[in-house]
């Protein structure tokens, strides 16, 4: 097979496994910039320099300027990046696969472009959240419920955990401040949560946009993968920031929701599921992951070299 190019970045056997690195690291009013293979933070205290190949999504808040040079590194570790707006309310994320394989993505395709293994691999989500029922034979409007049930037990849970008063959930798109402490903590943790769920999807190569659960969004497999952990650890966190007032709850939320990720080991967590949920064995993967590789495919789903003319030659 040819190589398609010849990247002067590490490969992925020299960087970092996205389930090994940081959750993810915030910058807001500073310029990022590259200093060698870590990114630099330079503001009116100094410059902080982080090594890129450990971060598994960087969040760029308001005030934030960064260079050509310093996303081309962070694109070549296979790191997420995301925009993140005043108050973390408007979100975009992008990255790069660490992979070198299309086998994830594949399986992926397979199993959304037929309805019954769709559902299947939505009922398996919904396994993963109720692991005490059993989602086999359950409709698409049943497992809806189930989740809208499991939520609004989830809020009244912690509620009653840390003693902070819970109405119903509201989200403001346009006024953050308008919602109470508890809504400002869980918006700001839902944003952290797709960041890095977007960050694992990437970094597998997996599509954002192939969705089992959500459907129609351009991240909606994003949503997906970020909604199993929502209860466990992104509303846990949520309201332990709410404990303290709504003044820098936002704030207070990603450190906590941080260090409950790195506690729970929850990227590591994350790649797992996604490879149970396509039920991926890792076959398809390439032993040589040091270049990038190309197959043709011909009939009965072989595959062969790529880059040669096989006008007059017989593949098998």
């Keep these: 097979m040819s190589t398609v190019s010849r990247r002067g970045a590490s ?9 090994d690195r940081l959750s993810f690291v915030y910058l807001e009013r500073c310029t990022v910039h590259r200093d060698s293979n870590a990114i630099t933070a330079e503001d009116a205290d100094g410059v902080t320099h982080i ?31 995301a925009w993140v707006g005043e108050h973390g309310v408007r979100y975009y994320a992008g990255g790069r696969a660490l992979t070198r394989s299309s086998g994830l993505v594949e399986a992926q395709a397979t199993a959304w472009a037929n309805r019954r293994t769709r559902l299947e ?28 049930r ?5 809020y009244r849970r912690e509620s009653t955990r840390t003693g902070v008063p ?6 403001h798109r346009n006024d953050f401040s308008a919602g109470d ?3 400002q903590g869980v918006t700001a943790a839902a944003q952290c949560m797709y960041g890095i769920a977007h960050a694992v999807v990437a970094a597998l190569g997996c599509s954002p946009g ?15 993968i970020a909604d199993l952990y929502k209860t466990d650890v992104a509303i846990p966190a949520a309201f332990d920031a709410a ?37 991926y064995d890792g076959t398809r993967d390439t032993t040589d992951t040091t270049q990038d590789r190309v197959a043709l495919q011909s009939d009965g789903d072989l595959h062969v070299e790529g880059g040669r003319n096989y006008g007059d030659e017989i593949i098998w």
Excluded at 166 to 171: A, K
Excluded at 257 to 272: K, M, P, Q
């Design 11 to 19: 490969s992925p056997r020299e960087l970092a496994r996205i389930g």
């Design 243 to 279: 404990t303290e007032g709504e003044e820098d709850v936002a704030a207070r939320t990603r450190r906590m929701l941080r260090d409950r990720i790195n506690e729970t080991g929850l990227l590591g967590r994350c790649v797992r599921d996604i490879k149970d949920l396509l039920r």
């Design 150 to 154: 499991r939520l609004k037990e989830c």
């Design 51 to 81: 090594p890129s190949a450990t971060i598994g999504t960087l969040l760029l808040g308001p005030g934030t300027r960064i260079t050509h040079q310093a996303m081309a590194v962070l694109g070549d570790c296979g790191a997420g990046v």
């Design 166 to 171: 819970w109405r119903r959930r509201e989200y």
């Design 210 to 224: 192939l969705g089992f659960v959500h459907s129609g969004h351009e991240r909606s497999f994003v949503l997906d």
């Design 181 to 183: 402490a508890p809504n």
């Design 121 to 148: 691999v939505a009922r398996a989500m919904y396994r993963l959240r109720f692991p005490d029922e059993d989602p086999a034979g359950r409709t698409r409007q049943d497992l809806l419920s189930m989740e809208g």
